[in-house]
């Protein structure tokens, strides 16, 4: 069975542009969350959909966007570049809410 | 809210030893679950042990065990027979049922790097 398939894979944008990222779950899940990870710290949570809603959403500033198909994939957007968005986005699926997350390669973006 | 903290930011372990990773936790949740993930360079998160907090035994998954103490808040990774392979980052994380189920608190991880 396939993984978490995030893409792409790599990305280099310039302060003020906009990103969008996607991502699709595991086969049968129906729960996506993003995060972001900066190097050297553990992956900080941005949102999780369900059932194409959106169920939460971590401490990220309005520029950060993102929903669910339905077919359960899903897509982050970022607007307004920052430098400091240059990270590892990673998305993780699960069966439910409350179960395994199981995670994609990521998407590393570098903003200049 | 939840916290996780992880106080090795880097430990050595000689091949073929067995090695502790630390993990406290913090929650008000009453029920959560506790997950370990390895993280190589490639910069994929493999999941790699689950412990419910309500589960009466320690979890294990092959050469992995999860030495859970309630009491002590702690959740430490024992990778038993360690191999080159396991050489990576290893982050504990967290996430509470009556929270945003679907959010997972991570730590900031420990580099655990195996010797031959």
């Known amino acids: 069975d396939a993984g978490v398939t995030q893409s792409p894979t790599h990305l280099i944008k310039t302060r003020g542009q906009h990103v969008t990222l996607r991502c699709s779950p595991i086969?049968?899940?129906?729960?996506v969350s993003w995060y972001q990870q900066v190097l050297g710290q553990g992956p900080q949570f941005i949102f999780q959909?369900?059932?194409?809603?959106?169920?939460g959403r971590g401490n990220f500033p309005d520029r950060f966007s993102a929903r669910q198909f339905p077919n359960y994939s899903s897509e982050l957007n970022v607007n307004a570049l920052l430098l400091g968005d240059s990270a590892l986005y990673l998305c993780?699926?699960?069966?439910?809410?409350?179960?395994?997350?199981?995670f994609g390669p990521g998407t590393r973006l570098t903003v200049t | 809210a939840q916290k996780i903290t992880q106080t090795q930011p880097g430990m050595f372990v000689q091949e073929k030893e067995a090695v502790t990773l630390d993990c406290t936790y913090d929650?008000?949740?009453?029920?959560?679950?506790l997950f370990w993930y390895k993280q190589p360079s490639s910069g994929e998160m493999i999941f790699l042990i689950y412990?419910?907090?309500?589960?009466?035994q320690n979890a294990t998954e092959g050469r992995y065990s999860l030495n859970f103490q309630k009491a002590r808040k702690s959740a430490n990774l024992v990778i038993s027979a360690s191999q080159l392979g396991d050489s990576a980052m290893y982050f504990c994380?967290?996430?509470?049922?009556?929270?945003?189920?679907?959010?997972?608190?991570f730590g900031d991880g420990t580099t655990l790097t195996v010797k031959p």
């Open positions: 993780a699926s699960s069966l439910q809410s409350f179960y395994e997350q199981y």
């Open positions: 086969s049968g899940h129906k729960s």
């Open positions: 959909y369900y059932e194409k809603e959106e169920r």
């Open positions: 929650t008000s949740d009453p029920s959560y679950g």
């Open positions: 412990q419910g907090s309500y589960d009466q």
């Open positions: 994380a967290m996430r509470g049922v009556n929270t945003n189920a679907g959010k997972s608190t």
